[in-house]
């Protein structure tokens, strides 16, 4: 997400590298850098005009400590402008109901069913708490349907009623979630093509009637400058409590979530970041800034592993490499781990300085992944503990067994000797490394 504008601005703020000192001289191609990347990414003319300003009056006010490059101070100060003008801090969900009572709204077309679906699976992870899904868009043709197929997927209970008041199903969906001891109560309302004041007053009295803890605007990230006044129009009948951004796992300017919080006051809480219905993420100002500029988000990273990483299993694969006991079975187990984490191309843009080692555009086939799990489960167990014994006869039965050619059996075993050696070498210390 954000590539185009992210390598934009990381070229504004380099120039600035070098520099002994910043001056109104040096520092002005960098702004001007840094506003054209802000309007070509679709951000709000007003919004870039007080983002730079800010900017560059700080950093001409700021002193520059003998400790401190003047290029890390301006990193630093675009950072943390960067960080304001996306909310400043995360806002997490209310969810003090009992049941808690999330009410979705959207445009048609925005991703709000498949979204609802994603943030139940993710309150049951993150809360381990019991999510029930309801279905209230009782005019689209079949958005219960749709409803019910997520819900299907994830093992998630649907509450539906059929194509009747939207209001009553609500209400009867809160008693059913009070006696079957539900803990989130989310209902996906209707949407429409435009905002109509038929939409409204039907969401206004679904609000007065449910009193929801939190009405989230499921909002498309691709709209471009439109979706302000989306945001506002919703705003200003339902009293948003945040929003959360679609698609921005596509090629999206980025535009939107840079002006979302600064314009209309209603905090972006979480952002949807690939089409599987475990692609949804908490938005946190500080570390989308920090991605933004190539200083990665390594805590992001870490969290998302710790989820799905076993902890022991993991220490015992770390111990086994330190030794030099490490085997094809370890290395099947920790692939499998690693695809859990969800595609390899979202986990690298994660690290920091991403961009500078050409991370950002790298494209991995899931499919690579796969092929190398069928080479090694077609290997006995012998030959997985003992990959040494595998030789042109062994090969060749590998190869037909899993379907590749022998040379991808040579491919594999030897990137996993490579692997072993640098474990070796980083076990004894002799690891250079490349910086």
């Known amino acids: 997400m954000f590539e185009s504008l992210g390598e934009r601005l990381q070229s504004a703020v380099h120039k600035i590298k070098g520099y002994g000192k910043i001056t109104e001289e040096n520092i002005g191609d960098a702004m001007r850098e840094i506003r054209l990347a802000l309007l070509e990414a679709d951000v709000n003319y007003k919004v870039v005009k007080e983002f730079t300003s ?209 314009l209309t006051h209603v905090p972006i809480k979480f952002i949807g970041v690939s089409e599987k219905l475990d692609g949804l993420e908490p938005f946190d100002p500080e570390r989308m800034a920090g991605r933004i500029l190539g200083m990665g988000d390594i805590i992001s990273l870490v969290e998302k592993a710790t989820e799905v990483i076993d902890e022991e299993e993991a220490m015992s694969t770390a111990k086994k490499m330190q030794s030099g006991k490490f085997d094809l079975n370890d290395f099947l187990k920790t692939t499998k781990q690693i695809r859990k984490l969800g595609p390899l191309e979202n986990l690298l843009k994660m690290i920091p300085g991403a961009s500078k080692m050409g991370l950002n555009n790298v494209q991995i086939d899931p499919k690579q992944i796969a092929h190398i799990e069928a080479i090694i489960l077609s290997m006995t167990p012998y030959e997985r503990k003992h990959p040494e014994v595998i030789k042109a006869s062994r090969k060749t039965r590998i190869a037909r067994g899993c379907g590749q050619s022998v040379q991808e059996v040579n491919k594999l075993l030897a990137q996993f000797d490579n692997m072993k050696k640098m474990m070796k070498q980083m076990t004894n210390g002799n690891m250079k490394m490349p910086f």
Request: aromatic share 4%.
């Open 54 to 262: 800010s900017v560059k009056e700080k950093a001409l006010g700021e002193e520059v400590q003998k400790s401190i490059k003047p290029g890390d101070l301006f990193v630093k100060i675009v950072k943390d402008e960067l960080t304001e003008l996306l909310g400043g801090e995360s806002t997490p969900l209310n969810t003090s109901g009992k049941p808690a009572i999330l009410m979705l709204v959207g445009l048609q077309g925005s991703g709000k069913t498949t979204t609802i679906g994603k943030l139940a699976a993710y309150l049951r992870k993150k809360h381990a708490k019991k999510p029930l899904l309801v279905a209230c868009d009782v005019y689209r043709p079949a958005a219960i349907d749709q409803l019910k197929q997520v819900g299907k997927s994830l093992g998630i209970e649907v509450y539906e009623e059929g194509k009747k008041d939207p209001v009553e199903i609500s209400k009867n969906a809160l008693a059913y979630a009070k006696e079957n001891g539900y803990d989130y109560v989310l209902i996906d309302t209707a949407g429409r093509l435009h905002i109509d004041e038929e939409l409204m007053l039907e969401l206004k009295n679904l609000q007065k009637e449910i009193a929801p803890q939190e009405v989230l605007l499921v909002l498309d990230s691709m709209m471009g400058q439109d979706a302000i006044n989306v945001i506002q129009g919703f705003h200003d009948d339902l009293n948003l409590t945040g929003v959360i951004l679609t698609k921005l796992d596509g090629d999206t300017r980025g535009g939107v979530a840079l002006s979302v919080r600064h």
